[in-house]
DNA sequence: TCACTAATTGACCAACGGTCACTTTTCGAC
DNA sequence: GTCGAAAAGTGACCGTTGGTCAATTAGTGA
């Protein structure tokens, strides 16, 4: 049975994974074309059809991995949280780190407002794992937010500031610092939440 | 002295004009093409050349426009209101058109991340006029401010709440509404602002 | 009328995403 | 080893894009 066949397939794959990963946080996903990724991995521009569709689909995918190594990392954090300080930092450390992956931050605007015009990336964004702060939001701090509040609405309002966020980033706008937009969003968590504001340990919180 | 050739072409220019500007809204930024924009109009590709330098630079002279219009509006609102809460809601209904304006407001992400690449249409977005609740907030609520925070603060945080709320709009997540976002607006500028939660008139603000 | 200038045209170019008939490599049966 | 089938890999080709530019048309002032 053909396995080796198999396994080679695969390794091309990999290879053009790793090639478009590279280009696409270099040069963004538009600029990047189908020939330079499989130029720089060695192969001829055919192959890429073999494996995805098109550029959408090696993006989705790229899009996945990202997001499983994102949320790995973020769990291993969260383990050691409990506290409705505790969390709240965990997740925005988190945010920072896809802050801090300043060229993929600005890939991921870019292909989300691609994907607005098509419905199938679209849902495929929605539903998929891009939206990450949302469900956390929902399954950690849900104990603590407010009884008349959807706990969904709070992860949203935080999605919210961290994009609005990055896109002053994307624009070098350079008013607002990390701590501001923190401060703020600690801010609409706590009036959110049914927390007092001296009642838990927010040591961990510098105001 | 050539009066009418000039006046043909200023009149060839605003007939281009009107009809990018149709075909943005329609078809977003990327899809639609410059041979669509000089047919629609009646004219040959060639014609759009010698009046701009490419698409970016039409898209930016419709940009100044739409903005000048939008302001206007807003200057119209804002002559009757002065204390807090009146200014905010101002603001804040002025941003509420600019929502309405779906397509548009989809057509302005998708040129405020593909300008992201390009310095000169950055810097163009930044200086202009896109960023329209910076200046406002700095100006109208300066007064208001607490001493200890630079006034621009609360302006670009303002516009990252209501940016993250766009995407989510173009997106279609269907999570937080127009009130949700208001609100959290209002708490923060409240949160920034040296006004008592009670000692002002509040009426105007349901929450 | 006529020479001059400005407005307008569309064939042309390189580069794009995507297609597909073709060649090369791998494989199991003999 | 041999060989035919199946899979992997190729690159010329297609339609379309943004952008160029020599050629054409129309307006102008004497």
Chains 1, 2 share one sequence.
């Not at 990202?66 to 954090?77: G, L, P, T, V």
């Not at 959110?192 to 009642?199: H, I, K, P």
């Amino acid at each position: 049975m053909a396995r080796r066949q198999q396994e080679k397939s695969r390794q091309t794959k990999e290879e053009l994974l790793a090639s478009a990963m590279r280009l696409f946080g270099e040069k963004g996903f538009a600029a990047t074309t189908i020939a330079e990724i499989t130029k720089a991995a060695g192969y001829a521009k055919g192959s890429f059809y073999s494996h995805w569709a098109g550029k959408d689909d090696v993006f989705l995918e790229i899009l996945e991995r990202k997001m499983e190594e994102y949320r790995r990392e973020r769990s291993r954090k969260l383990s050691h949280a409990s506290s409705f300080e505790e969390i709240f930092n965990v997740i925005w450390d988190f945010l920072e780190s896809i802050m801090d992956d300043m060229n993929w931050s600005k890939v991921f605007l870019e292909f989300t407002i691609h994907a607005s015009r098509d419905p199938r990336l679209q849902a495929e964004l929605n539903r998929s794992k891009y939206r990450l702060s949302n469900d956390i939001f929902s399954n950690l701090m849900g104990k603590h937010v407010r009884a008349e509040i959807p706990p969904e609405k709070v992860g949203s309002l935080n999605t919210a500031l961290f994009e609005g966020f990055l896109i002053q980033n994307v624009l070098q706008t350079n008013v607002l610092n990390r701590q501001d937009i923190r401060n703020a969003a600690l801010l609409l968590a706590r009036a959110q939440c049914d927390v007092s504001e001296s009642g838990e340990p927010t040591s961990a919180i510098k105001e």
